[in-house]
């Protein structure tokens, strides 16, 4: 049974994390995403490679998650990050002090006091209204050739991935999830794949694909959070305030901008919720509070996305909600064989997430391969690209020839979007 060993619902970074792992592990997968690759929370986050910091002192056991799993994407994906580092600055709240250092100790997060004034001679834009000053190794992580470089990884060794593709209904034969049921948004067609095993990777949108299976509690809480940009890189490093987890904490530097963040709401729909009109004025006197140049220069703009979070029912304070994942086995929670969901977890622990909801899948098919995701470099997009491969496609050769030639001009940054796009679309 089942042309496919594995279906993977959702094309954000777990669901290709996920897709690159059994890839790698030899089962024949394939992935489908209803948009873009990261057309869900995923294109939409703060930017933040975390250190595990944010969390040492309230959530523990994602803060040494992050710490672990930030330096293996340092490893396997430097391509994707750029390095900054990060400071923790203290502005009011000086009781936190011993313990955020303390919460770092205790959960292996590299921590560096720093002189103020050469802290603000490094970051001259600093309030200088700042007590004390930590360095951790927070970094930028660039979410979307990222996602290119594990889908080329997946794709490379022989995974399928399958944009514009919604998932509209799970095949059933009695309680085990058979396949999928696909409307090809291109071709304007719908047809299904039949597979051993449906791994849900749809972050906010899970609980709306296990329903198709008749599961109506998924044990998911969502909370959407807003980010602001300044349209100047107002720092070398990315800032964060030193103080427990809060809204409007953090500032990152994002290539030429800055994104200032992020809030935290409970909502029932990632189709249906607007960023609170409040938001900005919040963001502009906590932004500011950081960097006070932010006043004069504005935002440029702001977006928003939601967290798909584990919820374990009481705690509904969407700061306090644990970042950590779990993976649902669905024979085990209701009944229902061959369908296994990934919840919670963050960009940077991605690649721990799929490692777990891979460890699963096989133990059920009874495949006996181990994981391999975490010393294996992913390769570089841009490296790849070749005119030859365009040319089998059939993209304009001119465009590519064009794009390649600004390679080391001054317009180089701002065609590399441009870049990374044209690779996907030339590779599935
Ligand atoms: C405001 C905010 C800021 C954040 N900042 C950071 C940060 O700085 N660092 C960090 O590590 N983490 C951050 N996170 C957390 C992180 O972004 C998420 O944990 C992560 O992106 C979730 O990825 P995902 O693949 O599970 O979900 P998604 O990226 O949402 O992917 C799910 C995919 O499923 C697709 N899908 C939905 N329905 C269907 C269907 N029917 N058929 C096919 N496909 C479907 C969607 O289109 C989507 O692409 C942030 C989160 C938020 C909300």
Redo the contacts with the bound molecule.
């Keep these: 049974m089942g042309k496919y060993d594995v279906i993977v619902?959702?094309?954000?970074?777990?669901?290709?994390a996920v897709t690159h792992d059994l890839a790698l592990r030899g089962l024949k997968t394939l992935l489908?995403?209803?948009?873009d690759?990261?057309?869900?929370?995923?294109?939409?986050?703060?930017?933040?490679?975390?250190s595990g910091a944010r969390y040492a002192v309230n959530d523990p056991e994602s803060a040494y998650e992050?710490a672990v799993e930030n330096k293996i994407i340092k490893e396997i994906a430097s391509h994707c990050v750029e390095d900054t580092g990060g400071y923790f600055v203290l502005m009011d709240e000086e009781e936190y002090y011993d313990e955020f250092k303390k919460g770092c100790k205790e959960n292996s997060i590299p921590t560096k006091d720093v002189d103020v004034d050469e802290a603000l001679r490094e970051e001259p834009g600093l309030n200088p209204n700042v007590k004390a000053i930590v360095e951790v190794q927070d970094a930028v992580?660039y979410a979307y050739k990222f996602a290119v470089s594990l889908g080329l990884a997946a794709k490379t060794n022989g995974a399928e991935i399958r944009t514009y593709?919604?998932?509209?209904g799970l095949l059933k034969e009695g309680r085990r999830v058979v396949g999928v049921k696909v409307f090809d948004k291109i071709n304007k067609s719908v047809y299904e794949e039949d597979a051993k095993m449906t791994v849900v990777?749809?972050?906010?949108?899970s609980e709306?694909?296990t329903r198709m299976a008749g599961i109506q509690d998924l044990r998911m809480v969502l909370?959407?959070?807003?980010?602001a940009v300044v349209p100047y890189r107002l720092s070398k490093r990315v800032i964060n305030k030193m103080r427990p987890p809060s809204d409007g904490d953090i500032l990152?530097p994002y290539g030429s901008v800055s994104i200032v963040?992020?809030t935290?709401y409970v909502i029932e729909d990632p189709d249906d919720y607007k960023i609170p009109p409040e938001d900005a004025e919040f963001l502009m006197e906590e932004g500011s509070a950081l960097f006070p140049a932010i006043k004069r220069l504005g935002f440029s703009r702001m977006y928003?996305?939601?967290?798909?979070l584990v919820s374990l029912g009481e705690e509904m304070d969407a700061r306090k909600i644990s970042?950590r994942y779990e993976i649902y086995d669905h024979e085990e929670l209701h009944g229902i064989e061959g369908l296994v969901t990934?919840v919670?977890?963050?960009?940077?622990?991605?690649r721990a997430m799929a490692e777990a909801m891979a460890d699963v899948v096989c133990k059920k098919l009874g495949v006996k391969k181990g994981c391999k995701t975490k010393e294996t470099k992913l390769p570089n997009p841009i490296e790849a690209l070749n005119l030859e491969r365009v040319k089998i496609k059939g993209l304009p050769e001119n465009l590519i020839r064009r794009m390649l030639d600004r390679r080391g001009t001054i317009d180089e940054e701002l065609l590399s979007d441009a870049f990374y796009i044209f690779i996907a679309s030339s590779l599935w």
């Excluded at 909370?223 to 980010?227: E, H, P, Q, V």
């Excluded at 928003?304 to 798909?308: E, L, T």
């Design positions: 619902v959702g094309g954000g970074v777990t669901g290709l489908c995403e209803r948009g690759l990261l057309s869900g929370t995923s294109g939409k986050f703060h930017g933040l490679l975390h992050c992580l593709n919604e998932v509209i990777a749809a972050g906010p949108w709306k694909i909370t959407a959070g807003t980010m990152v963040g992020t935290a928003s996305s939601v967290r798909p970042r990934a919670g977890g963050k960009l940077t622990t991605c």
